[in-house]
């Protein structure tokens, strides 16, 4: 079994970071971060400040052999990231969570405010686009949230416990990822654009958290049926060629298919079938924008008999043809 390299970090911003990326890569600085060519891959981080207390990475590699990063807690100050990941799987571990996030997970982002040790695992022979935001707690406090104990953000944020919450990577975050991917920090023009696309990111990301309306939907659920929700999310996105049945997913996990449906509204803020439907439509736009796919190949692959229908479902959810869609780019 091939051993994997190994790079460890403290949780910060890059003036304290860089030095161990550079140190553990066996890189050069740049600029704007660190580059590295060498027998173990090739890659580059550019770190962009935002703020103060914010700044965005932007982080492109290709390993030759796996890579292990370990991330160590901030002990000074409260720290927190959110990480974007929309090409090859990356494997996450905490002493409670351990999976993969990327373009072929059901989850593309994470949100932590990093109070434990945490290990993200790179594969090897993959490229990697990776986008990561870092802050301090005095940026957090500046989060557009309600300053009282019911408000979701404003629990995090301010919990002493360690958190971490995975999101679906949408679209339009893909879309963002992919212009930040094209874009030079060099060439002013493009700085300017990184920084607005960066924070049109960030914002896109807490949208989504707050459509789950975990606060605002009813009472807090206990953690055994966030659990089945976020399993019934996972299984219903593993196969977008299915419809999900509401009777079997209940029976799976034991519970009534009334309390299945209020408790995944309540943690997500939509239906089964709106997430499910709404992921699917992505997805159809997503493998349409790439021109490397006919309409029809589309629909199939989705699940879709008959191509009517798939049109229409294309249509409600973005308000154009597939065809007409395919006709713009």
Known sequence: MKKNHVVKFPAGLSDITLPHFISGLDGEKTRYGMKFDNELGSGQIDNIKLSDSLEVSLQKALFNEPVRFIQNPNQTKPYFAVSFCNSAEIGHKTQDVEKFFGAKSTDGVFFSNIKEIQEFSFPENQNINYVSFRFYGDFAATLPHS??????????????????????????????????????????????????????????????????????????????????????????????????????????YGVSQSKLKQIFKQVFGNTIYQLYQGVRMEKAKKLLSTREYKVSQVGYELGYSNLSHFSEAFKKQFGILPTQYIESL
């Open 147 to 252: 300053p009282h104990a019911d408000d979701e953000l404003y629990k995090l944020i301010n919990q002493q416990d360690n958190f971490v919450i995975y999101e679906h990577l949408r679209l339009e975050m893909t879309e963002l990822m992919n212009d930040l991917e094209k874009l030079n920090p060099e060439d002013s023009i493009d700085l300017l654009s990184i920084k607005g696309k960066a924070y049109e990111l960030l914002g896109c990301f807490f949208k989504t958290f707050y459509e789950r309306k975990l606060s605002s939907q009813g009472p807090r659920l206990p953690k055994e049926d966030i659990e089945v929700a976020f399993k019934v999310k996972d299984e219903i996105l593993s196969d977008l060629s299915q419809s999900p049945t509401i009777n079997e997913l209940a029976e799976k």
